[in-house]
């Protein structure tokens, strides 16, 4: 009564629940992945955030790649501000989604070392993309600044292109061993996102604090996608039922058709 499995488009369907099934699970496992990695991500940012304060210097020096556990933290530096060698970086976006400018300060500490400081983020010209825009001045005179340590911004992390041919003092991206390049000096790794002192009259515009990632979201993918796979072959199971019972239906009614040899009773 199962022969019908053996034609050619019961194989195909066999073959491709038969496929479907480990695929699934393979997503779902994916997906719990991705989730740990959110969710480890969320516990090291809170972590980070929640930590006291400590020199810049203990966690970063010329050269030094920050690493993931060193991110987020909070540190401090004392110094002043050198608006002569000022940048801003390009194809920046505020909380609104408005498109502008991040501003990147050199922040000389005591020992002549350089700090690069993100004040915050201003909009752009619409007039002119290419012309530096008016940008509020920061302190003057020796000054505690205050942010979040970040590492150097790649290409392959943040989905932005570095491109060449830019305007005077406008870069895509924020590189630590660049710029030492650019200010002939000893620049430390990394950057820092100011959190404090706050600007006169609010602009810069700070950055806020990260975002927690969705990991539950993921973990809800990974269920799915395993009752996907629960459920391919209790929908093959269903299928090849419904067939065999179709197909018993069919012969029944064959059976019970008169022939010519025997003429139906009236």
Known sequence: MYRFLLSRQWVITTLVALLLIPTMIRLGIWQMHRHDERAARNDLVAEALAADPVPVQRLTSPG????????YRTVTAKGHFDTDDEVVVRRRTNGNDEIGYHVLT??????????????????????SQSAF???PAPPRGETTVTGRLMPDETTEASGIKDLEGLPDRQIMLIDSEREAERLDAEVLGGYVVQTAPEPAG??????????????????????????????????????VRRESRDRAAAAEADEQEPTESEPATV
Not at 64 to 71: I, M
Not at 209 to 230: C, H, K, T, V
């Open 64 to 71: 030094h790649a920050v690493t993931t556990e060193e991110r």
């Open 133 to 135: 825009p008016k940008i």
């Open 202 to 239: 609010g602009t810069p515009q700070q950055l806020g604090n990260p975002g927690r990632e969705n990991a539950a979201l993921n973990f809800a993918y990974a269920i799915q996608w395993w009752l996907f796979a629960a459920g391919v072959p209790l929908g093959w199971i269903v299928l």
């Open 106 to 127: 050199p922040f000389v500490l005591a020992d002549g070392k350089v700090l690069l400081v993100n004040r915050g983020w201003i909009p752009s010209d619409p007039q």
